[in-house]
């Protein structure tokens, strides 16, 4: 789950803009899934307060799972009370500041890339591996990470999916050779 309380970090004013952007991004989620591909789905961000992405926001369908596709259908009506009636979009609102959380984390895992916003105070991304396998045949090993030394400021962000792993064959997240921190 995301870092709720950077995004109360925003200034006050810039929370529409937050929350705009967001509710954009999860309307165009939901058309791509809905099969109306069409720009909206690709286009640039223009949201005055986020801070510049890595990459074009591209949707990357393999993450467009029917729980999480639910889970957002069911933010979308929630949130739509707020999209109505902008003047209930507020930074001490803690209802909406989870919300808004919980369909940031969604989007950074559909883009592949964090979504931050100018004065957020939030953890520095780190390291972000996201490693997707069908099948890691007998003796066969993969790994995400494998690292010799890691200092105290480090962070890592791993996302590993494997559908079958043979038997002897091995999936490692994180290997760390060495002292963490």
């Given at each position: 789950?995301?870092?709720?309380l950077?995004?109360?970090?925003?200034?006050?004013?810039?929370?529409p803009?937050?929350?705009?952007?967001?509710?954009?991004?999860?309307?165009?989620?939901?058309?791509?899934?809905?099969?109306?591909?069409?720009?909206?789905?690709?286009?640039?961000?223009?949201c005055?307060?986020?801070?510049?992405?890595e990459?074009?926001?591209?949707?990357?369908?393999?993450?467009?799972?029917?729980?999480r596709?639910?889970?957002?259908?069911?933010?979308?009506r929630?949130?739509?009370?707020?999209?109505?009636?902008?003047?209930?979009?507020?930074?001490?609102?803690?209802?909406?500041?989870?919300?808004?959380?919980?369909?940031?984390?969604?989007?950074?895992?559909?883009?592949?890339?964090?979504?931050?916003?100018?004065?957020e105070?939030?953890?520095?991304?780190?390291?972000?591996?996201?490693?997707?396998?069908?099948?890691?045949?007998?003796?066969?090993?993969?790994?995400?990470?494998?690292?010799?030394?890691?200092?105290?400021?480090?962070?890592?962000?791993?996302?590993?999916?494997?559908?079958?792993?043979?038997?002897?064959?091995?999936v490692?997240?994180?290997?760390?050779?060495g002292?963490?921190?």
């Open positions: 789950m995301g870092d709720q950077s995004l109360a970090t925003v200034a006050t004013s810039a929370m803009q937050v929350f705009t952007f967001l509710f954009g991004r999860l309307g165009a989620v939901l058309d791509r899934r809905r099969g109306n591909d069409t720009a909206a789905s690709t286009e640039p961000a223009t005055p307060v986020l801070v510049e992405p990459a074009p926001l591209l949707i990357h369908d393999e993450e467009l799972t029917e729980q596709i639910r889970r957002l259908e069911a933010m979308a929630e949130l739509a009370v707020y999209h109505r009636n902008p003047a209930l979009i507020r930074h001490d609102d803690e209802h909406l500041l989870q919300a808004m959380s919980e369909l940031r984390d969604d989007l950074e895992a559909i883009y592949g890339q964090p979504l931050s916003f100018t004065g105070r939030r953890s520095a991304p780190g390291v972000r591996v996201r490693q997707i396998l069908d099948e890691v045949e007998a003796d066969g090993v993969a790994r995400a990470v494998k690292v010799g030394r890691v200092t105290a400021e480090a962070s890592a962000d791993i996302e590993q999916r494997t559908r079958v792993v043979r038997q002897g064959g091995e490692t997240a994180l290997e760390i050779d002292t963490l921190g």
